[in-house]
């Protein structure tokens, strides 16, 4: 069976997508920052799908986290087949642009766009020299950005500079990564209905109502778990590179 490591499997978009993947048969390495404990209910529940589930704790954003994820999870499954570079935190206050702080700066970055990185580059070594050692090695690497990849949020700024940072990364690998045949995608989810978003429900549920999307709904993870099994499973083979949007047609230009 084939392998994908989950950055921020356990819950919100990143849990979407771990239940697409299990749902596809593969064997799941989950990553978070949160204690073993406090996830067992949901590890429990994505091993009910029929596949091996191991939780690899730690933070993207520590080089020695990083480092110990893949080693926990190489070392349980096997070698990884898939990366979802999923994890991701908001500011934990939502600043205008002029008073966004050096710490917050900091923080977003070294999560949403250090940490991908440079896992990222471990995990695609790997990729490489598997890939070079048996051709038959199947890789995928997916990164899960934002429509604030170029949507401006003034009062967020720091997110949106990751997110659109991470986009490049996307570009960037894929270049790299196309001599060794694995492709490499990055979704860009719009609204989705998660943790993260809860606390401007009333905000989205508004703009809903007044036409933001051409699909007048929230997304959901599992919507973003749908289109991540299906680059996975290779029905874009033709494709890498691409930025597959998740939005509801949020972002077409209209009159």
């Keep these: ?4 490591l989950i950055t921020g499997g356990s819950r ?37 799908l029929g596949v091996q589930v191991v ?16 080693a926990q999870a190489v070392e349980q499954l096997g070698p990884l087949n898939v990366l979802i570079n999923n994890a991701g935190i908001a500011p934990r206050q939502r600043l205008d642009l002029l008073e966004t702080t050096p710490e917050s700066y900091r923080e977003l970055l070294d999560t949403n766009l250090e940490g991908p990185f440079f896992l990222t580059q471990a995990v695609a070594k ?8 048996d051709p038959a090695f199947q890789g995928t690497i997916v990164f899960v950005t934002s429509i604030s990849a170029t949507v401006a949020s003034i009062n967020r700024g720091e997110y949106c500079i990751s997110k659109a940072g991470l986009a490049m990364t996307s570009a960037l690998f894929a270049v790299k990564m196309a ?10 989810p719009g609204v989705i209905a998660t943790d993260m978003t809860s606390k401007v429900q009333g905000k ?3 703009l809903f109502e ?16 749908k289109a991540v099994a299906s680059l996975v499973r290779g029905d874009f083979p033709y494709s890498t590179g691409q930025v597959i949007h998740v939005d509801g047609g949020m972002l077409i230009d209209r009159l």
Aim: aromatic letters at 6%.
């Design 210 to 225: 007044g036409g933001l999307a051409l699909q007048p709904r929230w997304g959901t993870p599992d919507d973003v778990g």
């Design 1 to 4: 069976m084939k392998t994908a």
């Design 204 to 206: 989205y549920d508004q």
């Design 55 to 70: 939780y690899c704790q730690g933070s993207i954003a520590s080089a020695t986290d990083r480092t110990s994820i893949i």
């Design 12 to 48: 919100g978009i990143g849990l979407g997508i771990a239940q697409a993947l299990a749902k596809e048969g593969y064997n799941l390495a989950i990553n978070g920052v949160r204690p073993e404990e406090s996830v067992q209910e949901t590890l429990e529940s994505l091993r009910a």
């Design 179 to 188: 001599e060794f045949n694995i492709p490499v995608y990055e979704v860009r």
């Design 126 to 133: 790997r990729m490489a020299e598997a890939k070079e050692e």
